[in-house]
């Protein structure tokens, strides 16, 4: 059973294994739960709506605001990924890239242009566990597109674990549950980042999550080098890399470990194995890089 549906700027697929017809009610009604989730994290997390909890929230400046689970727990992972990178990964990097053009509602064009200050930082959000309180030091711009897409691909793995096996694809972040229709692990291909339908690498994953950040997918045509993914310090895009891909338990943290990993450049091989996962990162002159888990040596694309 398959389903294809477009949320956050892109298309979400969810397939499921089925074997047993007698399941088919079932999975409809799942398959339909876990498209929800993605209709609720993006109305809760997305900086491009301004009418979203986020943008809302990012309104209110020194004083307390209470927020939802949905929106505090991806807020609070991408917090710990900013302490953690000490700032090279940061969530306030919204208005920056609101500078470079990345500002325009996938569905309905609207041009986002807030009043905030491009020098704030992570140390400026503070956020209260106990409360579930937001508090902002000053105007700024939250973007969670590192972290809200991953969250939500866990929440549907959430109402899917109970099959055998399926298969979530948000623009090639993916959750692999189970095993295929053969019972084997999922084999998955790793994207050819100058060749969009070439395969340059293979994993197979059963109850795991991949996520990759490239260069490639969104650039800034005006200006050469730049992408969507920018260094919250320099106010630029890093090369190092053209692509990082990051293999983890759960999507949010592949999403956001892959998205740390790129702006770090060659320390992001430290990070990713400092924190015991795995990563296959691709150099501009295309050579893979295998970091971590039970890769070792370094391969030539073909």
């Known amino acids: ?40 994290v993006e109305q809760a997390c997305s900086r491009f709506s301004p009418d979203s909890e986020l943008m809302l929230a990012c309104k209110m400046i020194k004083k307390p605001v209470q927020i939802s689970p949905i929106l505090f727990e991806p807020l609070k992972f991408a917090l710990e990924i900013a302490k ?44 209260d ?39 979530i694809n948000a623009g090639g972040d993916l959750f692999l549950g189970g095993t295929d229709w053969y019972g084997s692990p999922w084999k998955i291909g790793i994207q050819h980042p100058n060749i969009k339908d070439q395969i340059v690498d293979e994993v197979g994953l059963s109850n795991a999550a991949i996520c ?40 949010m943290m592949a999403d956001a470990f892959s998205t740390a990993a790129f702006l770090l450049g060659e320390n992001g091989i430290k990070l990713i194995e400092d924190v015991g996962l795995t990563g296959k990162f691709i150099t501009p002159a295309l050579k893979i890089v295998n970091v971590g888990g039970n890769y070792h040596d370094n391969t030539e694309m073909a």
């Open 129 to 167: 566990e106990k409360t579930q309180t937001l508090f902002l030091e000053r105007p700024l711009v939250i973007d969670l597109g590192a972290v809200a897409k991953g969250f939500a691909i866990d929440l549907a793995a959430n109402e899917l674990k109970e099959f055998e096996g399926f298969v």
């Open 212 to 251: 990759t950040s490239g260069s490639y997918e969104r650039r800034n045509v005006k200006i050469p080098g730049m992408h969507h993914i920018m260094n919250p310090k320099t106010k630029n895009s890093p090369n190092n890399w053209v692509s990082c891909s990051i293999i983890a338990p759960f999507a």
């Open 1 to 40: 059973m398959k389903k294809t549906k477009l949320f956050m700027d892109t298309v979400v697929q969810i397939e499921i294994v089925i074997h047993d017809e007698n399941l088919n009610e079932k999975a409809v009604a799942k398959l339909d739960h876990a498209f929800e989730m993605f209709r609720i």
């Open 84 to 127: 953690l990178t000490e700032g090279e990964f940061d969530p306030t990097i919204g208005k920056t890239m609101e500078k470079q053009g990345f500002n325009r509602h996938y569905l309905t064009g609207e041009i986002m242009d807030s009043n905030s200050d491009v020098s704030a930082t992570f140390k400026d959000i503070i956020l």
